[in-house]
């Protein structure tokens, strides 16, 4: 059976997902990002259960960032999303996320996903960074290359 590999909204829901927790992985990044009470509790009781709190190995951290910059969803990303999906790509596993944006990367890398308690997107979307002045659209975010006016974000 695949690895699920869990993120923070796992826990954070404040029950634990119907999977065999002896298939589940979660990063260090992760657990880190897991400061509320219940979703402590909730993550102590995944790995009694089985649970495995796994690093994700750099190179694959570094091939997924390059992934998800060529997206334009890197900005959208923290650095425990950004580990669960490098680890998703490393250990060729299926991401237990409600988070939205994970899962339209996970959609558009091709990575199986389900969701916990939310109902999950249906289609993934596209980023782009618009100028509210100019009306040009670009990949980065930031500021408008040509007139300088700070750049939006919009999901196509």
Not at 34 to 57: D, H, K, M, N, Y
Not at 64 to 74: F, H, I, K, N, V
Request: glycine fraction near 8%.
């Amino acid at each position: 059976m695949k690895a699920c590999v869990c993120d923070a909204s796992v826990f954070l829901s404040g029950h634990l997902p119907a999977i065999p927790m002896g298939n589940a992985i979660t990063t260090p990044e992760v657990v880190a990002e897991v400061r509320s009470v219940v979703g402590r509790c909730v993550l102590e009781v995944a790995i009694s259960e089985g649970l495995t709190v796994q690093p994700t190995r750099e190179e694959c951290v570094e091939h997924a960032q390059r992934l998800t910059e060529a997206l334009g969803d890197l900005p959208k990303l923290s650095r425990a999303d950004l580990s669960v999906i490098a680890k998703a790509l490393e250990v060729g596993g299926t991401v237990v996320s409600d988070d939205y944006d994970v899962q339209n990367v996970c959609a558009k890398l091709g990575i199986p996903f389900r969701s916990v308690v939310q109902k999950g997107i249906e289609k993934s979307r596209q980023v782009v960074h618009v100028c509210p002045a100019c009306r040009r659209k670009w990949r980065r975010g930031g500021a408008c290359p040509v007139c300088g006016t700070p750049l939006r974000t919009r999901m196509l």
